[in-house]
């Protein structure tokens, strides 16, 4: 009688520090968004406000798929990449606040989050405006001979716009070091992609222009670091654009004002199954990478934080009344315009 072999479950090839890094962060960027929630019901934070919940597994990645030294530009569903990128709670509670200590000083609010130190470059409210950008950002790595890249960010909606095309167009031609990622949500606003589009899978776009890509679960933060990982050593090494078609999903609404009534409940519990942190949950006690106590501490420390955050926006002060005629242009001296 032939005797059964059992194949053992293979060990993700990750570390213990990767694992909690990634879990620490997407929890960290799922109690500020949920804060931000019931901040704003209480009327601490006022205008536009479009939350991160769902679609953690990509910041969680970014934190180890580029270098601090590349560039990150992206939309105004930007709260989650910016604590990702190394923004505080803080500073960034502070200007959802449009508190004075806030990351631009409170006069970006939560679409214009910005961080010269961290290479992030926002936030853009206006839709698709930061695919032109990040293409620049990306041309100007190349021209100063640097082996950094951008990272352009969009949503489902933006792809839809000429200037991703025109954008797509000039970085093939030139090879620009760019790493475009579509954050497909389904729905742009409250339209899902199959009633915008005829090509529902969007990273299909990149093959008009002879541009590498493809699609990756973006509820799985080790597949998203794979995919992100994978995309940037192609540009790395001179190839040019890349673009990724990351297929996440947000729970909430578009914005604070939307009630998402155009999707069902089964839809929303179906993404729900699969949530990002409590897949890294799972990794993490089943592949005895930590312990139960490891995870609650993490928790414990994110919940402090948050609490902190708030208590530090509620205390600081508003911009002063000067403030508004600064940080609107730049004073540059160049040698060659005489008076």
Not at 268 to 290: F, V
Request: glycine share 8%; aromatic share 10%.
């Amino acid at each position: 009688m032939a005797k059964r072999v059992t194949k053992k479950k293979k060990k993700p090839a990750y570390s213990k520090e990767t694992f909690f890094n990634w879990y620490e962060v997407a929890l960290r960027v799922r109690r500020f968004e949920e804060r931000a929630l019931v901040e704003y019901g209480k009327q601490n934070i006022r205008g536009f406000c479009h939350v991160y919940i769902g679609q953690e597994a990509i910041a969680a990645a970014l934190t180890t798929a580029i270098r601090p030294e590349d560039a990150i530009v992206t939309a105004y569903r930007q709260h989650g990449i910016a604590l990702a990128r190394g923004l505080t709670s803080r500073e960034c509670m502070a200007e959802l606040f449009g508190k004075y200590t806030g990351c631009v000083k409170g006069k970006g609010g939560s679409m214009h989050f910005f961080s010269k130190q961290h290479r992030y470059f926002g936030g853009n409210g206006i839709v698709g405006a930061q695919i032109p950008i990040g293409t620049g950002i990306a041309f100007a790595e190349k021209y100063k001979g640097t082996d950094n890249i951008c990272v352009c960010m969009f949503g489902d909606g933006a792809a839809r716009q000429g200037a991703l095309y025109e954008s797509f167009n000039m970085a093939m031609n030139w090879k620009v070091p760019v790493l475009y990622i579509v954050e497909n949500n389904g729905y742009a606003m409250g339209t899902s992609v199959s009633r915008t589009s005829n090509i529902h899978d969007i990273h299909q776009v990149g093959e008009a222009f002879g541009m590498p890509h493809k699609d990756v679960d973006g509820m799985d933060t080790i597949k998203v670091h794979e995919a992100i990982a994978e995309a940037v050593e192609h540009i790395r090494s001179g190839k040019g654009p890349y673009f990724l078609e990351i297929k996440t999903y947000r729970y909430k609404g578009h914005s604070v004002s939307d009630p998402a009534k155009y999707r069902t409940r089964d839809e929303l519990n179906s993404y729900r199954d699969r949530d990002p942190i409590k897949q890294l949950e799972r990794i993490i006690i089943d592949n005895k990478i930590g312990t139960t106590d490891e995870i609650k501490a993490v928790k414990a420390k994110i919940k402090e934080e948050i609490e902190d955050s708030v208590k530090f926006a509620l205390e600081s002060p508003l911009p002063p009344t000067e403030e508004l005629w600064t940080d609107n242009y730049v004073q540059e001296d160049y040698p060659f315009i005489k008076d």
